[in-house]
């Protein structure tokens, strides 16, 4: 694995400023590019309030919160770096800028991985002269504190550039999956989109509200899916037959429910109905209350999983 104790960070909004964080609290030094005028003051406050998080967690040990450096370009960033995430705005253009600036200077052993969760990789790739040392390394936000990563090389990636990328977000204590083929959204999204589409078809046709279709899910199958995904829990609910006897008994089950599910799209009075539902369920609390709840129970979780198999 190439030298990856100095990474830089494309891009500090939403996502950049979580992953900054992480790459510290690893032990490694961490330069970063934003043009944002106000960028250096919002990512180091940031840094700040994910370090006291991240300390509850046990994920700072290694890390020294003052070995981020502030740069003017892209380029005078990646210099030297090992591993660079690149995180600016979801727009092809400013991708393909942001690679066409740094693909001259970078270390001939760095990785450069891109967040992007809509863009693909090969809509991305035209971005370079040579993407052998590019991939896509999507995360979850925030990436400091929800574990997944989705990974994913072509034909055009360098063999065991997957392979590095994999082994750096291992070190920083990431979970890796790897998307084998090209599709809108990767996986996980595509996963919380066919579950929240079924979650609003439910609301619009009146079997239950949205405070209640919520809960159905945080305190059913929520729970369960943060110890294990769906395949591997169904293969436990028919006893020793496994997966087997599981699919045999709810055969038709099953495949009555996917006949019955809705396929709703997001219209404004759509929108409008959840927006109503969602103030009636929380009294109207406040959206950083209830980020502030959300990364509470998040931590909880995470410290009571800490050490186990992640399956
Ligand atoms: N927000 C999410 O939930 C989420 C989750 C996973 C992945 N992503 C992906 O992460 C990437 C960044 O998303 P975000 O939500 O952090 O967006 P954001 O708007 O919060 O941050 C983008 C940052 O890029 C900066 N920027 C603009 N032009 C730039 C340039 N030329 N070079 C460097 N920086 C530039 C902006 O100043 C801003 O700070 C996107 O590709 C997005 O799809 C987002």
Redesign the pocket.
């Known amino acids: 694995m190439a030298d990856t104790s100095h990474t830089a960070v494309?891009?500090?909004?939403?996502?950049?400023a979580s992953w900054a964080a992480l790459f510290l609290a690893s032990g490694r030094s961490v330069a970063v590019?934003?043009?944002?005028p106000d960028?250096e003051g919002a990512v180091r406050a940031y840094i700040e309030q994910a370090w006291a998080t991240m300390t509850e967690l046990g994920l700072t040990a290694r890390g020294d919160p003052s070995r981020i450096s502030f740069h003017t370009s892209?380029a005078e960033a990646v210099e030297g770096a090992g591993f660079i995430q690149e995180?600016?705005?979801?727009r092809l253009p400013?991708k393909h800028?942001?690679f066409a600036k740094i693909e001259s200077v970078l270390a001939p052993e760095a990785i450069v991985a891109s967040?992007?969760?809509?863009l693909t990789l090969g809509q991305m790739q035209g971005g370079w002269s040579d993407p052998a040392r590019f991939v896509l390394g999507?995360?979850?936000?925030p990436p400091h504190l929800i574990p997944l990563v989705e990974v994913m090389g072509n034909e055009r990636t360098a063999a065991g550039v997957v392979e590095g990328a994999e082994a750096f977000y291992a070190d920083i204590g990431k979970v890796t999956i790897r998307v084998q083929k090209e599709v809108p959204g990767h996986v996980a999204n595509r996963l919380q989109a066919a579950v929240w589409r079924e979650a609003i078809h439910l609301v619009q046709s009146g079997v239950a509200s949205v405070g209640d279709v919520d809960k159905a899910m945080s305190a059913g199958p929520g729970l369960r899916w943060a110890a294990m995904g769906p395949t591997t829990l169904f293969g436990l609910g028919a006893g020793a037959g496994g997966l087997t006897a599981f699919c045999d008994h709810f055969t038709d089950t099953f495949n009555g429910w996917w006949d019955d599910l809705g396929t709703p799209h997001l219209t404004p009075e759509i929108t409008q109905v959840l927006v109503d539902g969602l103030r009636e369920a929380t009294g109207g609390a406040p959206v950083e209350d209830l980020a502030a709840r959300r990364d509470a129970k998040i931590v909880a979780i995470q410290k009571a999983l800490r050490g186990r198999p992640s399956d």
């Open positions: 494309l891009g500090a909004g939403v996502i950049g590019f934003d043009p944002a960028s892209a995180n600016v705005p979801e400013v800028a942001t967040s992007a969760s809509g999507h995360p979850f936000n």
